[in-house]
């Protein structure tokens, strides 16, 4: 068996998108940033912004590495595969052995301390990679979908409505204050996004945001300090499911595992997990 990895081109972006499918089967993907099957669209973006190399075992495309960073830390932010025939022991060794010596020395050129590597807990083979060489599990990302029907009604003293035009200067100062070191859902070139406020005496005091990725609609939502632990950010997110109801969208958010307040808040709220992703590092 002959394996080799080398940088995808233009022309194998319909191959990425058939990896990447099968792997995933749509969802939403931590790499793209999106809700739904691959397209190739995505993968012209991928290229231009990330390191991507294609797995080649006997000349035949297998598998798939992505490299992004992520606050000046390299992470290996896809390792799929998907190999043309069955490995044996010996065969999935050889494999494992060639993407874990290919991710050393990239990492290695970039200067980084720790090899990290970034996975969904239904990659077998990813998992078996960190496994033979001793990776530690760091973090996991918690994908959850849905929200229960429950009452949208603020605490006494608050109130809750969507936002409007005017409200602009408002949002703005909302999310610096609540979203500080947050990657927001409200990317205007990307699908259109609603916000819903919460005002204590007509202050803002907490905000939830919500934008289109598909048949979901991707939510936060934030509360100021000296207003939290009040049941607002819980008023905000179920105005929030009410406006994805309206407009026929499934309500899915993400949160860190470690995130002891965000867990608890999300499983309040009766969402499901659909999908986890690990995060495991190895130092260099």
Not at 109 to 132: I, M, S
Request: with cysteine.
């Amino acid at each position: 068996m002959r394996v080799a990895i080398r940088p995808a081109a233009p022309d194998d972006v319909p191959v990425l998108v058939e990896l990447y499918d099968h792997a995933y089967r749509g969802g939403y993907s931590a790499c793209l940033d999106r809700y739904g099957p691959a397209r190739p669209q995505d993968f012209w973006w991928l290229q231009a912004e990330k390191s991507v190399h294609l797995i080649d075992i006997d000349r035949r495309p297998a598998g798939v590495i992505v490299v992004g960073q992520v606050a000046r830390q390299a992470l290996a932010e896809e390792v799929l595969v998907r190999p043309p025939h069955d490995l044996g022991g010996g065969e999935a060794r050889t494999l494992l052995q060639s993407i874990f010596d290919f991710l050393v020395e990239m990492f290695q050129r970039a200067r980084q301390d720790r090899l990290t590597v970034r996975c969904a807990e239904a990659n077998a083979w990813a998992l078996a990679l960190v496994h033979r060489f001793g990776f530690t599990l760091s973090s996991a990302l918690v994908v959850a979908r849905g929200m229960d029907r429950g009452p949208a009604d603020p605490p006494p003293g608050y109130t809750v409505r969507r936002a409007a035009a005017d409200d602009a200067r408002a949002i703005a100062r909302l999310r610096d204050d609540v979203f500080p070191a947050l990657t927001l859902p409200a990317d205007p070139g990307r699908g259109e996004v609603w916000a819903v406020l919460a005002e204590r005496q007509s202050v803002p005091v907490g905000m939830g945001l919500l934008r289109a990725d598909g048949p979901v609609g991707r939510w936060t939502v934030g509360v100021r300090e000296a207003h939290r632990r009040r049941g607002v950010g819980t008023a905000l997110a179920r105005e929030v499911a009410v406006v994805a109801r309206d407009r026929r969208l499934v309500p899915l958010t993400t949160y860190w595992a470690l995130d002891a307040a965000a867990s608890g808040f999300v499983r309040h709220l009766g969402a499901c997990t659909e999908r986890v992703y690990l995060y495991f590092e190895r130092p260099l």
